[in-house]
């Protein structure tokens, strides 16, 4: 007994069959039309789910990964500050340094789009199936200190260690506590040579012992980044003073 168009999105949908589900009217349409012939409109439909059950799990990655959002490169405007190292974050976009297990360290004034750089990065893998983590510095120091008091710091350190790429953001855009260099440094070194790392920060390398308060941890940390690492140095205007100025601009040739 043949079934309805109401009962086959029924059955198709108790089957979690939900990108055929979403296009089998149009696909029957297109037979009942005569545009394709019954094999080909059920190869479509069979497309019609893997690519449903793609984009899914490219959904389900960019949420695990924790960006908080889809930065691009094709939209970044190079022109503003032509001293910013585009030939090497065009390298770094090819993925290669995921393969090779590099990590990559990102300095510069704030404003000059190593937040963005980093984040596009992130999204250019995610959406090529790599396991992605982002966090800001103080964000994954917090988690860390939070998973130490819950007694789950031992399966928090399994999940960035799995990571094959891990963005630290910001490094010292805030004030960390006083043991943050000793938490960073094991996150790092359980990396080392295993998976890629991309930190980003406003201060240069030399102030990073004083920060973190320890330069005994600092010197091998940077040791092990750098063995098999790179360092982008970006230079120039802000990009948030040029937005800054614009929007009072506007506000002026309104008034």
Request: glycine share 6%; with cysteine; aromatic share 6%.
């Amino acid at each position: 007994m043949a079934m309805s168009i109401t009962e086959l999105e029924r059955a198709l949908r108790s089957l979690r069959l939900s990108g055929m589900t979403a296009t089998l009217q149009a696909r029957a349409l297109q037979v009942a039309a005569h545009e394709m012939d019954f094999v080909e409109a059920f190869s479509w439909l069979v497309q019609d789910e893997l690519d449903r059950r793609r984009s899914r799990l490219l959904e389900r990655r960019y949420t695990l990964s924790g960006l908080p959002e889809r930065c691009d490169l094709k939209s970044f405007d190079w022109s503003y500050n032509p001293r910013l190292p585009r030939r090497d974050v065009l390298e770094l976009a090819t993925l290669k340094f995921i393969d090779a297990r590099e990590d990559a360290l990102l300095i510069g004034p704030p404003g000059t789009g190593k937040s963005h750089v980093a984040k596009a990065l992130a999204a250019l893998a995610v959406a090529h199936g790599r396991k992605v983590i982002y966090r800001e510095a103080h964000q994954l120091i917090e988690d860390i200190t939070e998973a130490r008091e819950l007694g789950e710091v031992r399966k928090l350190r399994a999940q960035l260690k799995a990571a094959e790429l891990l963005i630290i953001d910001d490094l010292f855009l805030r004030k960390l506590p006083a043991h943050a260099g000793d938490e960073l440094a094991d996150v790092l070194m359980s990396r080392y040579e295993r998976a890629s790392t991309i930190i980003t920060s406003n201060r240069p390398l030399e102030d990073w012992g004083r920060l973190l308060g320890d330069v005994v941890v600092v010197t091998p940390l940077l040791d092990r980044l750098m063995h098999h690492g790179h360092l982008l140095r970006f230079e120039g205007k802000s990009w948030r003073m040029r937005e800054a100025a614009a929007r009072v601009a506007k506000r002026g040739s309104t008034a």
